[in-house]
T-cell receptor, first 113, second 115 residues
Framework: SQTIHQWPATLVQPVGSPLSLECTVE??????LYWYRQAAGRGLQLLFY??????ISSEVPQNLSASRPQDRQFILSSKKLLLSDSGFYLC????????????FGAGSRLTVL | GNSVTQMEGPVTLSEEAFLTINCTYT??????LFWYVQYPGEGLQLLLK?????DKGSNKGFEATYRKETTSFHLEKGSVQVSDSAVYFC??????????????FGTGTRLTIIP
């Protein structure tokens, strides 16, 4: 069966520090991968998605970047965090075109102080 | 563009009450529609979905019918339980430029059930 892992689950970082959140999927090949952010009172916002290694699409201009170094690994990064980067970050995966169900990870809560 | 508007929360109900959470959408073409649920401290889980007009999705006593004429996908349950307390997200899917499907979510509705 397929599983998705995110870590760390909780992170507290000072403004200006770097960020790396990791997501891995097991039990499937060539998944579509997604990073969402859930900010307080603002619902879910799609940040990045990827249909293959090295293929990243950014949805909104922001202080974050994403990379996909391996088929089942998706990394969310920042060189310098802002206060507004605080939120709950969710990784998700789905199978190829036409399969529209997303499976989400447990999330990573980031607090920037 | 594609968007989802759902009922603002929070919603507080007594156990065994009837639940409706409204969701309407704006989309080009014929999207698929979803309800996801997020229990405290967890990620989102698919609750139910409908892929075409007049389809009814159902799961765990929850139901939602895809109404093209009113562009709605309201979530209902006849008798809620304390364990239904969660945040509920309505969503629609559409095809990206890369050919994969992307989901657009509503802002979520927090539901609290009181014993």
């Amino acid at each position: 069966s397929q599983t998705i892992h995110q870590w760390p689950a909780t992170l507290v970082q000072p403004v200006g520090s770097p960020l790396s959140l990791e997501c891995t999927v097991e039990g499937t090949s060539n998944p579509n991968l997604y990073w969402y952010r859930q900010a307080a009172g603002r619902g879910l916002q799609l940040l990045f998605y990827s249909v293959g290694i090295g293929q990243i699409s950014s949805e909104v201009p922001q202080n974050l970047s994403a990379s996909r170094p391996q088929d089942r690994q998706f990394i969310l990064s920042s060189k310098k965090l802002l206060l507004s980067d605080s939120g709950f970050y969710l990784c998700a995966w789905s199978l190829g075109a036409g399969a529209n169900v997303l499976t989400f990870g447990a999330g990573s809560r980031l607090t920037v102080l | 563009g594609n968007s989802v508007t759902q009922m603002e929360g929070p919603v507080t109900l007594s156990e065994e009450a009837f639940l409706t959470i409204n969701c309407t959408y704006t989309a080009t073409g014929y999207p698929s529609l979803f309800w996801y649920v997020q229990y405290p401290g967890e990620g989102l889980q698919l609750l139910l979905k409908a892929t075409k007009a007049d389809d009814k999705g159902s799961n765990k006593g929850f139901e939602a019918t895809y109404r093209k004429e009113t562009t709605s996908f309201h979530l209902e349950k006849g008798s809620v339980q304390v364990s239904d307390s969660a945040v509920y997200f309505c969503a629609l899917s559409f095809i990206s430029n890369f050919g994969n499907e992307k989901l657009t979510f509503g802002t979520g509705t927090r539901l609290t059930i009181i014993p």
